[in-house]
């Protein structure tokens, strides 16, 4: 079946927009992660849904970051007033729902704010 | 402290050669998953292999094999026959069960290694 897909796949922005990043994951599957990828930080992790439950939001760096899930599928993550230290490759993963299983990536946005 | 520490940047080996990639790990948590996924040029995450912590035996995945020492808190991955299309970042993750929330919910990762194979 389908993997997980996002897009944009590529964004370009100026400082101080907000940008949108959408996420579909794999059919089925009811947890969803937020991950950020950087040249200096690495691979972050961001935010996981479970399900319908309200998020863990204190993985988020700032409060210009909020994500949000609708119907237990799509998600969507929101950076308001974009700075240069946000540009990075947003990464969305999904899985069947218990803690250890394994989790299936997208191929990314990558976000450049300039 | 570092949870996942990967000590190799960048590896050459020779195509047919069997490769280890090292991963060490920090934890406290008695329930805990190690990962591995591979990331080639393309930028995309793919899942490798997975091994819990209470499991007796070593995980096995085609040419992938996990080495999990336990009393070391170390989870090499083993390639066998290595392949050109094995060239990429490797990156061993963890995920711990009791200690999770507060941000700890989803994989935490090690700075990778690049493994480059060699024809």
């Known amino acids: 079946g389908a993997g997980v897909s996002q897009s944009p796949s590529n964004k370009v922005t100026e400082k101080g927009k907000d940008v949108e990043l959408r996420c579909d994951p794999i059919s089925g599957h009811t947890a969803l992660y937020w991950y950020r990828q950087s040249l200096g930080q690495g691979l972050e992790f961001l935010i996981y849904?479970?399900?319908?439950?309200?998020?863990?939001k204190s993985g988020l760096p700032s409060d210009r970051f909020s994500a949000e899930r609708t119907g237990g599928s799509v998600s969507t993550l929101t950076i308001q007033r974009t700075q240069q230290e946000d540009s990075a490759v947003y990464l969305c993963?999904?899985?069947?729902?218990?803690?250890?299983?394994?989790?299936?990536f997208g191929p990314g946005t990558r976000l450049t704010v300039t | 402290a570092q949870k996942i520490t990967q000590t190799q940047p960048g590896m050459f080996v020779q195509e047919k050669e069997a490769v280890t990639l090292d991963c060490t790990y920090d934890?406290?948590?008695?329930?805990?998953?190690l990962f591995w996924y591979k990331q080639p040029s393309s930028g995309e995450m793919i899942f490798l292999i997975y091994q819990g912590s209470y499991d007796q035996q070593n995980a096995t995945e085609g040419r992938y094999s996990l080495n999990f020492q336990k009393a070391r808190k170390s989870a090499n991955l083993v390639i066998s026959a290595s392949q050109l299309g094995d060239s990429a970042m490797y990156f061993c993750?963890?995920?711990?069960?009791?200690?999770?929330?507060?941000?700890?919910?989803?994989?935490?990762f090690g700075k990778g290694t690049h493994l480059i194979i060699q024809p």
């Open positions: 934890t406290s948590d008695p329930s805990y998953g």
């Open positions: 993750a963890m995920r711990e069960l009791m200690y999770s929330g507060g941000g700890a919910d989803g994989l935490t």
């Open positions: 993963a999904s899985s069947l729902g218990l803690a250890l299983n394994e989790q299936y």
């Open positions: 849904f479970q399900g319908n439950s309200a998020p863990d």
